[in-house]
């Protein structure tokens, strides 16, 4: 009698750190999930964007120009767009909306893959928001 009890405690503390260990996992599962969805987040910076042609530029950017210049304009294959640089190095938009309707070296001329409107657009994004 008094063995089965002992048994039955045996049974239960397994139990029990089996589900210790469930949870455990359950915990490093969410924590690998929250991660991917943080590093998803990177590939298309989630800002705020009010004005509906950046959040065009920003589809066209991520289409056309992030495999070169990184997803959020820190560079890559093509120089960093993002914190400034390009207003810096065009104070005039016009030269920028230039440089990408023509190209430049290995940077592809984007005058017949887009509209002058969606060339505004994505140019707008890399100075306003990246
Ligand atoms: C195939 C790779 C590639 C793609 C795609 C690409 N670029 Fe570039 N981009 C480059 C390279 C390389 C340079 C540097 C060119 C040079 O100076 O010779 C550059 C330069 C630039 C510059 C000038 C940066 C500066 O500070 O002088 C701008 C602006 C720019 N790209 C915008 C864009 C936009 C906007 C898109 C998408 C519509 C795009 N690029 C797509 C490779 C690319």
Do not use: F, W
């Not at 397994?14 to 990177?42: E, K, W, Y």
């Not at 001329?109 to 890399?126: H, M, N």
């Amino acid at each position: 009698m008094s063995a089965t009890v002992t048994d039955r405690r045996v049974r239960n503390g397994r139990t029990g750190r089996h589900r210790a260990g469930t949870a455990a996992a359950r915990i490093a599962i969410t924590l690998v999930a929250t991660l991917l969805m943080v590093a998803c987040v990177g590939v298309s910076p989630e800002v705020t964007i009010d004005d509906p042609v950046l959040v065009e530029g920003r589809d066209i950017y991520s289409r056309n120009c992030a495999s070169c210049h990184g997803a959020s304009g820190n560079g890559g294959v093509g120089r960093a767009l993002s914190g400034g640089a390009v207003v810096e190095n065009y104070p005039d938009i016009a030269d920028q909306i230039d440089l990408v309707a023509s190209g430049k070296g290995t940077m592809p001329a984007y005058v017949d893959r887009l509209s002058g409107a969606e060339i505004e657009a994505v140019v707008r994004y890399t100075r306003e928001v990246l």
